[in-house]
Each structure stands twice: as structure tokens, then as C-alpha cells.
């Protein structure tokens, strides 16, 4: 049985890590505590030397021909990775990590009905009833928007999800892509676009939690999905990953005591538990 099998069982633990590791983004955002163009551009950085020195302890002499096979798909993947990952930073600076993380949760089934749309793929009825229901969830979460500045955030949390979304689509209709070196390529661009709004760090210890981010959060969590997830099957992926979106809001509210808001919290336990069904059924599918 799958679960029996010591490389699945690898698969869940690396995956399983990778979504621990990716829910500190919170966290780390709120410690830094300086603005988010000066935050995208050197966990950017931190997060590039990492993935490149990973990409060089893993195919040595090969490298150049990894990046020499993304063609106009992989930069397209790169170009949509980079405005989920700046979009979700950003939205970090202008709502709470809760209502970040939720539109992040919903991109698996936002993925699917792209992937029908213009992939052409099987949408069964349980992931349709799926996409309807986290639709609903994120009203739930639209509607309790105070003002135009919040329904900005919404919209740049939202952004988030859909650019996100469609890097999956992309990785789905081109699976010959590589997919760390599509993601080297976007932190490039996020480095390219932020360095002229950037500032130099005011202390040691902001670019020492910067380092971090880059490494740690972005570069380790990054090497361990990857990896962990051509171990198990993409539903099981897409399940653990639903971890990031409970773990984030947690450690954030420990931390700094941040309230998530009612409206956040019932139109995102209504997205979550739309995803971890499609995921269960997915898996006894399978």
C-alpha cells in the first residue's frame, strides 16, 4: 500500500517540512518590519543564491542546459510565479496573513478550473462543488471588507492566488519545464523589479532576518517541495500544502497577537475545508 512505501512516506515527510517551513512567512514579515519592496528584493537575493547553489550541488555541470530548456513556457511560468510571490508579500503589508494565506489555499481549485478551461482537463464533480463552495468562502471573506482599502487588499491577496494558479497550469500543460530553474528565473525578475524602490537594511539584524527569509522560508522550503513532490501524488501535495494556510495564521496571532477577523475566519475555514475534501476524495480515488 502507498503508505507503506518508504519513498511515499519520504514524499509527505518533505512536503509536510516544506509547508512548516513556508508558514514562518508571516511571522518573518511582521519581524522585519520594513517596507515590502525592500523585503521582495533581498528575499530575493538570499533566495537565489540558495537555489542556485542547490542547483549546482544537484546537476553540477548541467546547469546552464536546465535553464537553456525553460523556452517562452517557462518564462511564462517565471513571469507568473514572480507576481504571485510579490502580490503576496505585498498583501502581507496591507491586510492580515489569514486573509493572505486563504487566497493561497484556494489556488489548487482555482488551478483545476483554468486547467479545464484551457487544458481541457476532467473536472469531477466533487472538485466542481469544490470550486463553487471556496467561491462562496471567498465572498464570505469580500464581504467583510470595511472600506475600498481593504477590498485592495482582498483584491492583491486575490492576485496572489490567480498568478499562483496559473504557474501551476502552465507547470501542468508543460511538465518538461524545470521547474527550480523557472523559479530561479522568477526571483530574478521580483530582484529586477523591487531593486529601484529597495533600501539598504538599518540593521545588522534586519538583514540578518532578510537572510532568513530568503534562505530559510523561501530557498529550503522551495528545495524540499520540489523535491518531496515527485514522491506522492499532486493531490496528496495539494492536501499537506492546506498546512501552510493553518500553521501561518496561528503563529502570527502567537506572536504579535494578530486578530484574523470573523469574516476571515468563516470564509476561511469554508476554502480550507473545500480543499482538504477534494484532496481526501482525490486520495481514496486514487
Request: include cysteine.
Amino acid at each position: 500500500m502507498a503508505h507503506l512505501d518508504p519513498q511515499y512516506r519520504r514524499g509527505v515527510v518533505m512536503v509536510t517540512a516544506a509547508t512548516v517551513v513556508w508558514s514562518s512567512a508571516g511571522v518573518l514579515a511582521r519581524m522585519v518590519d520594513i517596507d515590502p519592496w525592500t523585503t521582495l528584493f533581498w528575499r530575493s537575493v538570499y533566495a537565489t543564491l540558495a537555489l542556485s547553489l542547490y542547483l549546482l550541488w544537484r546537476d553540477g555541470r548541467a546547469v546552464p542546459a536546465g535553464f537553456a530548456r525553460l523556452g517562452k513556457a517557462g518564462v511564462a511560468m517565471g513571469v507568473c510565479f514572480a507576481i504571485s510571490m510579490i502580490a503576496f508579500i505585498y498583501g502581507l503589508s496591507v491586510t492580515s496573513v489569514a486573509t493572505a494565506l486563504v487566497f493561497q489555499a484556494a489556488a489548487p481549485l482555482l488551478a483545476a478550473a483554468l486547467a479545464f478551461g484551457f487544458l481541457g482537463e476532467r473536472v469531477t464533480r466533487g472538485k466542481f462543488a469544490a470550486i463553487v463552495v471556496s467561491f462562496l468562502g471567498v465572498l464570505v471573506i469580500v464581504g467583510g471588507a470595511p472600506d475600498l482599502g481593504s477590498l485592495w487588499a482582498v483584491a492583491v491577496s486575490a492576485a496572489c492566488g490567480v498568478s499562483y494558479a496559473i504557474t501551476v497550469v502552465l507547470a501542468r500543460a508543460r511538465p518538461d519545464v524545470p521547474t527550480t530553474e523557472a523559479t530561479v528565473l522568477a526571483l530574478l525578475i521580483v530582484g529586477v523589479a523591487t531593486a529601484p524602490f529597495a533600501l539598504f537594511p538599518e540593521t545588522g539584524g534586519q538583514m540578518a532576518l532578510l537572510g532568513l527569509f530568503g534562505t530559510f522560508q523561501m530557498g529550503l522550503g522551495l528545495i524540499l517541495f520540489t523535491t518531496g513532490v515527485r514522491l506522492i501524488p499532486a493531490a496528496d501535495a495539494g492536501l499537506l500544502s492546506v498546512l501552510e494556510t493553518v500553521l501561518g495564521p496561528i503563529v502570527v496571532w502567537l506572536a504579535f497577537d494578530e486578530q484574523p477577523g470573523m469574516n476571515t475566519l468563516v470564509g476561511g475555514g469554508i476554502v480550507i475545508a473545500a480543499v482538504v475534501a477534494v484532496g481526501i476524495a482525490e486520495r481514496k480515488g486514487g
